[in-house]
């Protein structure tokens, strides 16, 4: 019974895309800084990128340098769909994580409601089961280091250089589980200049934001840069009985690099990150009207004609010790060295972190229907990886080998009460109430014993040791100055061990109760009926399977992936691609599922695109189609009813898929100061193959993908002002509706109740008026997003429905806003 409400995530601000969909293209000198790569910060000379007829003008679009595919080029240039998020962006947005701006993406969704238990979506893709029996579709990278598990992926942004969201398989250039796309997350590097730069903020709901950095050379081949960030707030939302407030920040983060340049052609880079998170959990909002009598249990079954509307319903939770945490921790060790023929990078990283995550899920205060869940995650992972790279008149290549080990602890816990036990026993197994019974009879003869009340505990315990081995090559062949074709090849093999321990409840006032009873010759004086309840209830009632059994696992899987991919420029500023690549996840295991085990998926992803530059127009259009077929994908659904007690269960759901897109988009520079992008995206995502938990055949139906989404951002800079520039921003994004199937009201993502409206469309405007001195020395900002309050019911979760008849949703954040003040020294 443990899970989780999943709304759509928010915001991003004037958005910069590239790639073979959507390529980033902004001002040289304005977004160089932050956009850029020197040869210092990469160990690595960028390469030229395509030239124009009119260099002035051509440096105003297409300048952005990445390493998309581990080779240092203008993105332009780059046959990939990769979309780019620059430090400048995130700083306009006052984005405090990559979640707040996933809206401005079309095709990426990134589910925060629980920062320790993200999930992550492109083109359609993702993987909601969060426990470390899986992982995710879309690989995270930070600095090229996999993030293992989706409870260290989403951290605080930190000193970012640039976001390289690639779309697609990603196989041969990322290390593990890209099936879907990849996420690069590269972060500044020290330099050879003294600088610091502090930033405060301060808005609505108690917000306070603080960051600082230094960069301090050591000696002309040493330096180290530190930062450290402090994001507070009250919340935005707050519990009308107790007054406890929810959707707060507390978050506090720092980050080292240490640069050395041994010789003039090694380079060393060490770097640590640490992390600590602990705030309020997710605010579970209750769909049912109820008294403040908490002993009142709701009606049952529950009728959707009388859900409350959860934007405008109280908040009452009472899980004990609610809160979300995490400690995280991580070093990487870099060390680059150039020989003549080519360049050798060897990466070491550990990452370790601590999640504990408890939160409500009845959405009521009341005893009677108590039920929360916990997830308790420990992990530590290694990652070693050596690649060799270099270029001649015939081509581009790279190859690597890799190695990844990882230890995981899960403990998945679900609290009740024997009230709660007394609730499910009536709606459920229809015997009435037993221990509401038993109680009152005691009572009558003055009997100081009560079977109510008593604390309820049941877990499942996973231990997860996973290795994964890996060899790639990926060549760019320059057939001839216009035609590339490209070539890449991954190994993987993945080695899984896996067990399952399903603890024995734990109920120790209850059984102490009992066992009284027992000795004073009691329970063998009651009814028969009474008799067999007690019985029932000295097991478990919600895990059942292998109770008190270790249940073990191993498995080996193994996987080639290939891409190809053709390159033709036209002209020197137009140039067009095709590709064929296939992307890999290996298999995995359901943590709350004893000896479930699910085989790997697997993608195949065929597109085309086009790329082009307009100098004389200062225009970039860019736009590409596509095809995939995902097989043996793995989601995390909710079945009604477990067939070994009737109780609903979380599964992981196996299906085939298919999807076709097409992706736009556009950027202009008519004047000096004044910029206009727009990204658009299609896509039609549909089951091939499927069949939901509860038997209903999903074949053919929509997967829930909405049709579009788009994104449109207007900037307009005013010179000499005040002795500096004033900078208006303002965006605009939509997403479209869920596209619904049979499962999906279910599931609550549609038609959940006529009292309100769930899976609709949504809409996000952020705006920003901002002052700065030159060079950005002194700088203030006034900063809105959703400054229009658009407020959305971004899911129902009914796992407690058929149990105790309390469904309840989650709902969007309302606006925010703030004050930026700023210095740069």
């Not at 880079?269 to 998170?277: A, F, G, I, M």
Request: proline residues 6%; negative net charge; aromatic residues 10%.
């Amino acid at each position: 019974m443990n899970m989780r409400l999943r709304p759509l995530s928010v915001c991003l601000h004037r958005l910069l895309i590239g790639g073979s969909l959507m390529l980033a293209a902004l001002p040289a000198d304005a977004w160089a800084s932050d956009d850029a790569a020197s040869p210092q910060d990469t160990g690595s000379t960028p390469k030229s990128g395509s030239t124009s007829a009119d260099p002035e003008k051509a440096k105003l679009l297409g300048n952005i340098t990445v390493t998309a595919q581990s080779r240092t080029q203008e993105v332009q240039s780059v046959p990939i769909p990769v979309q780019i998020v620059t430090a400048k962006e995130i700083d306009t947005l006052a984005a405090t994580d990559l979640s707040k701006m996933d809206i401005f993406v079309p095709g990426l969704v990134i589910d925060a409601t629980q920062p320790t238990q993200p999930t992550y979506e492109l083109r359609g893709i993702a993987t909601s089961n969060f426990g470390i029996g899986t992982e995710s579709a879309v690989g995270v990278y930070v600095n090229g280091v996999y993030a293992a598990r989706s409870g260290g992926s989403l951290l605080a942004f930190n000193d970012i250089a640039r976001i390289e969201v690639l779309k697609g398989p990603q196989g041969t250039l990322f290390g593990r589980n890209a099936a879907a796309g990849a996420i690069s997350i590269v972060t500044n590097e020290p330099t050879d200049k003294f600088e610091g730069k502090a930033r405060v903020r301060v808005g609505n709901d108690g917000r306070k934001y603080a960051d600082a950095l230094v960069n301090i050379p050591i000696n002309k081949d040493m330096a180290l840069r530190l930062s450290v960030l402090d994001n507070q707030s009250d919340g935005w939302i707050k519990d009308a009985a107790t007054g406890k407030r929810y959707g707060g920040d507390n978050e506090w983060g720092s980050r080292a690099v240490f640069r050395w340049n041994v010789t003039d052609n090694t380079r060393v880079l060490l770097s640590w990150d640490h992390e600590k998170l602990n705030q309020a959990p997710s605010p579970a909002i209750g769909l049912i009207p109820l008294s403040n009598d908490t002993n009142e249990r709701a009606p049952y079954p529950a009728d959707p004609a009388t859900y409350l509307n959860p934007l405008h319903a109280p908040l009452y939770n009472d899980a004990i010790g609610a809160r979300e945490s995490r400690r995280f921790d991580g070093g990487t060790l870099q060390i680059d060295h150039s020989f003549g023929w080519g360049d050798l990078v060897s990466t070491t990283a550990w990452r370790g972190f601590d999640t504990f995550n408890l939160g409500d899920y009845d959405g009521t205060n009341h005893v009677v229907t108590y039920l929360d869940t916990a997830n308790i995650e420990h992990n530590n992972s290694w990652y070693q990886e050596f690649k060799l790279s270099g270029n001649n008149d015939l081509m581009d290549w790279v190859a690597g080998v890799s190695y990844y080990q990882e230890q995981a602890r899960q403990t998945s816990e679900t609290n009740v009460n024997t009230d709660s036990i007394d609730t499910l026993a009536n709606n459920v197994l229809g015997v009435g109430t037993p221990l509401t019974d038993i109680s009152n009879a005691l009572a009558s003869f003055g009997l100081p014993f009560s079977l109510l009340g008593d604390p309820w505990h049941e877990a499942i315990s996973n231990d997860g040791n996973f290795k994964a081995y890996a060899a790639f090559g990926d060549v760019i062949w320059h057939v001839s100055d216009r035609f590339d074709v490209t070539t890449g090849l991954r190994y993987t093999r993945d080695e899984k061990d896996f067990s399952w321990y399903n603890m024995p409840r734990s109920a120790p006032a209850f059984d102490a109760t009992i066992a009284g009873l027992e000795g004073l010759g009691i329970v063998q004086m009651l009814p028969p009926e009474a008799q067999a309840a007690l019985a029932a209830f000295g097991n478990n009632v919600i895990f059942t399977s292998a109770v008190g059994t270790p249940v073990y696992a191993s498995n080996t899987w193994n996987n080639w992936s290939p891409r190809v991919v053709a390159s033709y420029k036209f002209t020197p500023d137009v140039m067009g691609y095709v590709s064929v690549t296939r992307g890999y996840k290996a298999g995995g295991y359901n943590s709350v599922q004893p000896g479930s085990t699910f085989q790997p998926e697997k993608v195949t992803n065929y597109e085309g695109g086009i790329k082009s530059l307009f100098p004389d127009q200062n225009l970039l259009l860019n736009g590409s189609v596509y095809y995939y077929r995902y097989d043996n994908m793995q989601s995390l659904a909710l079945d009604p009813n477990s067939p070994a007690t009737g109780l609903p269960i979380y599964v992981v759901n196996s299906s085939n898929q298919e999807a076709k897109g097409l992706e736009l988009e556009a950027q202009w520079q008519p004047i000096d100061g004044f910029r206009a992008n727009f990204m658009g995206a299609y896509i039609d995502s549909k089951y091939r193959n499927a069949t939901a938990p509860d038997g209903v055949d999903l074949s053919g139906q929509p997967t829930g993908a909405p049709y579009f989404s788009g994104a449109l951002s207007l900037s307009y800079t005013v010179h000499d002002v005040a002795n500096g520039e004033l900078e208006f921003d303002l965006s605009q994004a939509y997403r479209g509706a869920t596209r619904c199937n049979a499962d999906s009201q279910f599931q609550g993502a549609c038609y959940v109740s006529p009292n309100f409206k769930i899976g609709t469309g949504q809409q996000r405007t952020d705006a920003r008026i901002d002052w700065h001195a030159p060079g950005d020395r002194w700088g203030v900002g006034l900063y809105g997003n959703n400054v229009f309050n658009k407020r959305y019911v971004t899911g129902v979760n009914n796992i407690s429905t058929s149990v105790f008849g309390t469904p309840f949703a989650s709902i969007s954040p309302p606006r925010m806003w703030g004050l930026e003040l700023r210095a740069k020294f």
